[in-house]
């Protein structure tokens, strides 16, 4: 959405996966629980064991797709060991309270004039369905998505999501070039 404020003609569509321009404060706390701190794990089942635990409410239903999401999410360190596969500094400008918090609305409608792709998963603590919502009404042709029975954040590989991508992206290609 930022993007698309600051440099409107650059972007030719917007995928939004289970974010918008209110973020639930719950959520953004529970995040940044985990995100501000490292959690070495010994070896990729812990890892994955370790993430499963984290985040209950992700879509993945098999071991094997714990696992592949521990290898998205961890590097091995020099001590050997696997580490968060970020900076966890990132999480320090997130901590700092703004007062009043950010107005991420006109971030939101700068996007208004681009085709919107917008996924929510059903259990989301990030993007509420009140939100989802008002962001439909705010942008009459938003495309909307509800990954049902995932939370944040949809991983996107879900069937419904991965069709939702293809058809998205296959109207973006038909569209004249300016």
Same mark, same amino acid.
């Given at each position: 959405? /930022?993007?698309?404020?600051? /440099?409107?003609?650059a972007l030719a569509?917007?995928?939004?996966?289970d974010?918008?321009?209110?973020i !639930?404060?719950?959520?953004?706390?529970r995040?940044?629980?985990?995100? &501000?701190?490292? &959690?070495? +794990?010994?070896?990729?089942?812990?890892?994955?064991?370790?993430?499963?635990?984290?985040?209950?409410?992700?879509?993945?239903?098999?071991?094997?797709?714990?696992?592949?999401?521990? !290898?998205? /999410?961890y590097?091995e360190?020099?001590?050997?060991?696997?580490?968060f596969?970020?900076?966890i500094?990132?999480?320090k400008?997130? +901590?700092?309270? @703004? @007062?009043?918090? @950010?107005?991420?609305?006109?971030f939101y409608?700068?996007i208004?004039?681009?085709?919107?792709?917008?996924f &929510?998963?059903?259990?989301?603590?990030?993007l509420?369905?009140?939100?989802?919502?008002?962001?439909?009404?705010e942008?009459?042709?938003?495309t +909307?998505?509800?990954?049902?029975?995932?939370?944040?954040?949809?991983?996107?590989?879900?069937?419904?999501?991965? /069709?939702?991508?293809?058809?998205?992206l296959? &109207?973006?290609?038909r569209?004249?070039?300016a």
């Open positions: 959405m /930022t993007m698309g404020a600051a /440099t409107p003609t569509g917007v995928i939004l996966n974010v918008g321009p209110d !639930h404060a719950p959520g953004l706390a995040i940044l629980t985990y995100i &501000r701190k490292d &959690r070495p +794990q010994p070896n990729w089942p812990a890892a994955a064991k370790h993430l499963k635990a984290l985040m209950p409410a992700l879509s993945i239903k098999t071991d094997a797709g714990w696992e592949a999401l521990a !290898h998205r /999410t590097r360190g020099a001590d050997g060991v696997l580490h596969d970020w900076d500094n990132i999480a400008p997130l +901590q700092m309270p @703004q @007062q009043p918090p @950010q107005d991420l609305w006109p409608r700068a208004h004039h681009l085709p919107v792709l917008a &929510r998963g059903e259990l989301s603590d990030i509420t369905a009140k939100t989802f919502k008002r962001m439909a009404m942008k009459p042709d938003l +909307q998505v509800t990954v049902m029975g995932c939370g944040h954040v949809p991983l996107l590989d879900e069937p419904s999501a991965a /069709t939702a991508i293809d058809r998205f296959d &109207r973006l290609d569209k004249p070039k």
